[in-house]
């Protein structure tokens, strides 16, 4: 009996110097049926060179998503949603790689577990630019004695996953939507989405290597990454789940002065809100006029 296609996207900027790592990573899959699309959002090296030689030189059949001019990497997803064939998909930076195994077992996975479940996550190598493993980024195994509904839970109060080591259900992709074109954390996003409406599943194996380079993400982009992440959980906590940490965070920033009025919006939305702290914080009161007033009601 055949085995369902599953389709591998390769995103890539900047990244030709690990592509054939990444590439060839694909080629020796021991899952005999996939797709493979391939995209670059303009990098400035050579990567589509690389790409078209590694095709040529492999007979591999890809289609092609190469960008003359930089659109973003979400703008570039949503492109390769509609080129999506396979009934699994995964999504992979292009100086990150596979072990063999990983689209295999992810596969067979999803396929025990049935419709219910919209993805698969597993646990990772780190590496450095010479792809030596190194210390782990995180311990992804905590997950694998949690219920399918404690993970749920938990998904609310983080991201618990690392975005190369998912293998999503096709369905559960497209029913979630396209990625909003104007977020950073698009992995998140995703796995929150999901997570309203299936099931995801740890797989505790090392199936992916994660690339850890020596360049630090800038500043800027790190705030708003916590801006993002801050504000994807106010959205999707329906239960109050991350309400004390959520309360806690904005009550603490009010006391600092750190009022962000991006985050003040968002917080006036969640449903879980301390009241009388939304009500404070939209009029700018001293934090004193807060404690005052959040002891008499």
């Not at 990567?47 to 001019?69: C, G, I, Q």
């Not at 996953?161 to 992995?187: C, F, H, Q, S, W």
């Not at 003040?264 to 700018?284: D, E, G, P, R, V």
């Amino acid at each position: 009996m055949e085995k369902p296609l599953v389709t591998i996207v390769v995103v890539s900027y900047n990244h030709a110097h690990f592509l054939e790592e990444n590439l060839n990573s694909v080629k020796a899959q021991t899952y005999p049926n996939l797709q493979l699309i391939v995209a670059d959002d303009a990098s400035k090296d050579n990567s589509v060179e690389v790409y078209e030689n590694w095709l040529l030189k492999n007979k591999f059949p890809a289609f092609k998503v190469f960008h003359l001019e930089n659109k973003g990497l979400v703008n570039t997803l949503n492109e390769c949603i509609d080129l999506i064939e396979g009934k699994y998909v995964k999504f992979i930076a292009a100086d990150d790689y596979l072990h063999p195994e990983s689209i295999e077992k992810c596969a067979n996975t999803l396929e025990e577990l049935g419709d219910d479940y919209g993805m698969v996550f597993t646990d990772t190598w780190a590496v450095n630019d010479h792809s030596e493993t190194i210390e782990d980024i995180a311990n992804y195994n905590e997950n694998q004695f949690l219920s399918k509904e404690e993970l749920r839970e938990k998904l609310i109060l983080g991201n618990r996953m690392a975005a190369l080591t998912v293998l999503m259900r096709t369905e559960a992709l497209k029913k979630t939507g396209k990625y909003p074109i104007n977020i950073i954390v698009e992995d998140y996003y995703r796995w929150l989405k999901i997570n309203e409406h299936y099931w995801i599943a740890y797989l505790p194996e090392k199936l992916c290597y994660y690339r850890m380079h020596t360049q630090n993400i800038s500043k800027l982009k790190a705030e708003i990454v916590k801006e993002e992440d801050l504000i994807f959980r106010m959205q999707f906590d329906r239960m109050g789940i991350a309400k004390k940490d959520i309360n806690d965070f904005f009550r603490i920033s009010y006391w600092k002065g750190n009022n962000n009025k991006k985050l003040i919006k968002h917080y006036n939305n969640y449903l879980f809100k301390n009241k009388t702290l939304s009500f404070c914080l939209n009029l700018q009161l001293p934090f004193i006029v807060f404690r005052i007033l959040n002891k008499i009601f």
